[in-house]
């Protein structure tokens, strides 16, 4: 509790002491407030270094009997888990943050309000992680439902603008037009990445069995449900600094726990019990440049 007398006493030490009017002063000092990560955090993020390496590990030791024609699966799985290993090395090892600043009003009632900083840690790591990986989770339900490759680009893209612009957003000015406006743009990214995979999965997955839609439908079910937990703890953590920063880590070691090694164990896991969801890959792909041009028994039907 701030207590008004003490308030008086730091801003006019004259006039309380004295009982006589003192000289105001004009430059207040303004204490500033730090939120960063501790103990709890910090271990957190070993942790998830250590996960998301054991599960980079497995996914591509799944792959060892699988053709390279057949492998996009384990190789984009392979790559997400280890592209997230690399980012949790960086923030546990006390990289990859700065601090997002920005000045809290005091109310008093017997003096006039004062002002002070408040500095919020903010990893961006994060963003290059979301960067990174969730256009390679995106290929894979796109490419799980059949989606084309024109669809399959334009919700990747749309993805990228909403992870930068949520990057702006998490160092904008607070209440300013250029927070909000930023906010706005990775919202709407966010909402066009949904409908777009959305619709377009739905519709495609139709032409790939009953079995494939099912998984599709599950696994897309599921991503849309972790996914749509990502923008509603930044509003709460990054925005309004509602939770510590180590309660911030953790539920976001949770969710990346479900959006990564989960996901792609399931994926893998289940495409390889049902045929229909299998994609052959030839061509540079597998065969590379020098097998282009030849003509190789079998191909023609
Ligand atoms: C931000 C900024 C605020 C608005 C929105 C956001 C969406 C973030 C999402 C992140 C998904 C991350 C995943 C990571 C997997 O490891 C950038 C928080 C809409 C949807 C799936």
Not at 74 to 86: D, E, K, Q, R
Not at 237 to 262: F, G, N, Q
């Amino acid at each position: 509790m701030i207590n008004p007398d003490q308030v008086a006493e730091m801003l006019y030490p004259a006039a309380t002491s004295t009982g006589k009017p003192g000289p105001i002063p004009t430059v207040v000092p303004t204490p500033t407030h730090y939120q960063l990560s501790g103990e709890t955090g910090h271990r957190t993020l070993w942790v998830l270094f250590a996960g998301m390496t054991l599960s980079a590990g497995i996914f591509a030791l799944l792959s060892w009997n699988v053709p390279t024609s057949k492998r996009i699966y384990h190789i984009t799985t392979t790559l997400f888990s280890l592209v997230s290993a690399l980012t949790y090395f960086a923030m546990a090892s006390g990289q990859a943050s700065s601090l997002s600043c920005h000045a809290v009003r005091d109310h008093h009632s017997h003096v006039p309000d004062t002002f002070h900083d408040e500095c919020r840690q903010v990893y961006w790591a994060r963003y290059v992680d979301w960067a990174l990986t969730t256009p390679l989770i995106l290929l894979n339900l796109c490419l799980l439902a059949g989606v084309d490759g024109a669809h399959t680009l334009m919700a990747i893209v749309a993805d990228l603008v909403m992870v930068l612009a949520g990057l702006f957003a998490a160092y904008g000015t607070d209440g300013t037009a250029q927070k909000w406006g930023w906010f706005t743009i990775s919202c709407l990214g966010y909402l066009f990445v949904v409908w777009h995979v959305g619709l377009q999965g739905t519709r495609m997955v139709q032409n790939k069995g009953g079995r494939v839609a099912k998984l599709w439908a599950s696994v897309a079910i599921y991503s849309l449900a972790v996914w749509a937990a990502y923008p509603i703890i930044w509003g709460i953590a990054t925005l309004s600094h509602k939770t510590s920063v180590d309660t911030e880590i953790l539920i976001y070691a949770v969710l990346d726990i479900l959006a990564k090694p989960v996901f792609g164990l399931w994926l893998l896991i289940s495409h390889r019990a049902i045929a229909e969801s299998n994609i052959d890959l030839g061509g540079y792909w597998s065969q590379g440049l020098s097998a282009e041009g030849r003509i190789r028994i079998g191909d023609e039907e």
